[in-house]
């Protein structure tokens, strides 16, 4: 059990960054050694330990990337440097107590990212009156995209989620557009947004279309 130690169940970290992790033992005792393991396929992995003896020990393949620290007298923390999706696990802090054994704590990381929002128009000759916008990004989880004002759609949104073997998913929407109704509403543009908890964008989507001269 998780006798007498705090921790977060659950962190989020943004690919690329750093995020450290903690475990605090609230109960006081006599802190052996601390072992933080990764566990993957449900098999745990030492990855670091700290004892008052021995100082840090990393472990492949984490030596250059992570440290395993001490914060006296019995809290613990591990900091992962650039973060990758492979990352994305869950994580034990072990307290050695003497005479007491193993007590420890269990954080599961999530790693988010995101791309930048691409845009394309088409034009198509033979489709009069009627404008192409596609809109893609890839992201973990996957980026929701939207446009406005939706009264100039013809069609409701074809939109197509590919999951990549990585764990992101790319996200392309293709949009309708009517231009006879850009040209009574007397639209100059239009506004794309990508919603993703890392960021909100927004883009100004110009529309050269030409307005009828009274």
């Known amino acids: 059990p998780s006798h007498g130690i705090k921790y977060k169940k659950n962190e989020t970290a943004i690919l690329g960054g750093n995020v450290t992790i903690f475990c605090n033992l609230t109960t006081p005792a006599d802190v052996v050694q601390i072992t933080w393991q990764k566990i993957q396929n449900s098999l745990p992995q030492n990855i670091g330990t700290y004892s008052s003896k021995y100082g840090e020990k990393i472990l492949p393949p984490y030596v250059d990337r992570l440290q395993c620290k001490i914060i006296e007298p ?3 923390f591990i900091t992962i440097q650039e973060v990758t999706l492979e990352d994305e696990a869950c994580y034990k802090c072990l307290f050695n107590v003497f005479p007491h054994g193993s007590h420890g704590g269990q954080i599961c990381l999530n790693i988010i990212t995101v791309s930048e929002l691409t845009t394309e128009l088409q034009f198509d000759p033979d489709a009069d009156g009627f404008l192409s916008l596609v809109f893609s990004a890839v992201g973990k989880p996957a980026p929701r995209i939207s446009l406005f004002p939706s009264q100039v759609l013809i069609n409701p949104p074809e939109e197509c989620l590919a999951q990549n073997p990585n ?11 009517s231009l006879e109704t850009v040209r009574s509403l007397g639209l100059q543009y239009l506004i794309v947004n990508m919603d993703h908890p890392l960021k909100n964008e927004e883009k ?5 279309v030409k307005q009828e001269c009274k």
């Not at 764990?167 to 557009?177: A, E």
């Not at 100004?204 to 050269?208: E, G, K, N, Q």
């Open 74 to 76: 019995n809290s613990s």
């Open 167 to 177: 764990g992101t998913v790319t996200v392309t929407k293709m949009y309708t557009i």
């Open 204 to 208: 100004i989507i110009p529309l050269s």
